[in-house]
Nanobody, 121 residues
Framework: QVQLVESGGGLVQAGGSLRLSCAAS????????MGWYRQAPGKQRELVAT???????HYVDSVKGRFTISRDTAKNTVYLQMNSLKPEDTAVYYC???????????????WGQGTQVTVSS
């Protein structure tokens, strides 16, 4: 079974930084896109950043210039470097990956369990 395990969340003051990691493990043949989503209390889940298998990143406007997504293909891991954090960044952050588990089968979306990021004023 495929699992995505996130780490790096925590409590930080406004203006601080955190680095999130998400490692995929299990019966993995290949991974296409990977990304990060977040959900704040009382709000809908939103896309934060994605990165293609070729390394092309995409960001939601509110984090451009502050967050950087990257990946290590050999380690099946995606990272999110978060700088200049603001209280409005407070949310549960979820890792996502499009994974193929067998050579002749199509890709499937997998999700991590979420990691809490809290930014104080």
């Amino acid at each position: 079974q495929v699992q995505l395990v996130e780490s790096g969340g925590g409590l930080v003051q406004a203006g601080g930084s955190l680095r999130l990691s998400c490692a995929a493990s299990g019966s993995i043949f290949s991974i296409n896109a990977m990304g990060w989503y977040r959900q704040a209390p009382g709000k809908q889940r939103e896309l934060v950043a994605t990165i293609t298998s070729g390394g092309s990143p995409h960001y939601v406007d509110s984090v451009k210039g502050r967050f950087t997504i990257s990946r290590d293909t050999a380690k099946n891991t995606v990272y999110l470097q978060m700088n200049s954090l603001k209280p409005e960044d407070t949310a549960v952050y979820y890792c996502n990956a499009q994974i193929t588990t067998m050579p002749s089968w199509g890709g499937y979306d997998y999700w991590g369990q979420g990691t809490q990021v809290t930014v104080s004023s």
